[in-house]
């Protein structure tokens, strides 16, 4: 089961990718999946400028870098959202990511791992449920939050002090990924 975990922010001195690479060390555990991280860094897509949405332009977007992000999405069968929390909401660069395709995206799972202040990211989470609804995704219940970010790292900068505990709390949430991308996944097959 391919997974593609995203990373919802760019900035220079994020912490998104910090969570990320431990949520691909973790999910690299578990034999049923076939993870890969997705760094929108890499995907310097411009903010959504079509004729019209992802489902009516049906592929011919005026972009070739939105050809192929709808490819890489299309390749899945769930997602990770490693998800920042921007002024109780989610980050701009996230939203147009997931804005530029949208039949990839139908009927496909999605967990998220949030991190920020005191919420740990959650208020960010709740929208992005609605977001994934509209595109048909299953926005699955488990989630991790993890407050206070900036002090959650220890002396190297690249380790949670309490990275036992807090993966511990990811087993759950692969285990319902695993479920729901299964379960989806035959659906879809069988049409
Ligand atoms: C524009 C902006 C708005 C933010 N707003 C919130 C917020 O509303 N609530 C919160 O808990 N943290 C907020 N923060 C703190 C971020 O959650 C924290 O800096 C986090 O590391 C951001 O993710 P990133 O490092 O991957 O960019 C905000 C940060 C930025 C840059």
Redesign the pocket.
Known sequence: MKILII?????P?????K?GRWVLREIQKRAEFDAELIDLRDWPLPFYNEVAGPESINGNYSIELAKKWEAKVGEADGFII?A??????Y?AVLKNALDYTYISWNKKPVSFVS???????A??VEQLRQVAVELQMAPLHKGVHI?M??TAWDETGNKLKDELAWSRRLVPLFDELAWWTKALKTGRQQG
């Open positions: 990373l919802g922010s760019t900035r001195n994020r912490e998104s990718e969570v490693i920042p929390e921007y002024n109780h909401g980050p991190y920020g202040g005191s919420a740990g990211g208020r960010s407050p970010i900036w």
